[in-house]
Nanobody, 120 residues
Framework: QVQLVESGGGLVQPGGSLRLSCSASGSTLIGGAMGWYRQTPGSQREWVAAITSGGGAIYADSVKGRFTISRDNVKNTVYLQMSSLKPEDTAVYFC??????????????WGQGTQVTVSS
């Protein structure tokens, strides 16, 4: 059974950095594209970034230049390095996986989410 588990969320001051991790069980991470989404109360889930099985990455305009998605297929883990954080980055961040090696919006598998709060 596929399972994605996020970690690394927390409270950070504006301008600070945080790194989220998503560990995958099974063969999901090795074979498929992975992505990050975020959601605030009362809003739809927003796509943040995605990475192909080969390491090609794309980003939402709102995070481009500040966030970096990466993956370690040996450790079965995908990361989201977040820098220059803003209060509007506050959200629950979700990891997602795809059955396909290339997907701009991976959505076949989901983690439970981790809270990121950017506040002084």
């Amino acid at each position: 059974q596929v399972q994605l588990v996020e970690s690394g969320g927390g409270l950070v001051q504006p301008g600070g950095s945080l790194r989220l991790s998503c560990s995958a069980s099974g063969s999901t991470l090795i074979g498929g594209a992975m992505g990050w989404y975020r959601q605030t109360p009362g809003s739809q889930r927003e796509w943040v970034a995605a990475i192909t099985s080969g390491g090609g990455a794309i980003y939402a305009d709102s995070v481009k230049g500040r966030f970096t998605i990466s993956r370690d297929n040996v450790k079965n883990t995908v990361y989201l390095q977040m820098s220059s954080l803003k209060p509007e980055d506050t959200a629950v961040y979700f990891c997602a996986g795809s059955r396909y090696s290339v997907s701009s919006r991976p959505s076949d598998y989901w983690g439970q989410g981790t809270q990121v709060t950017v506040s002084s």
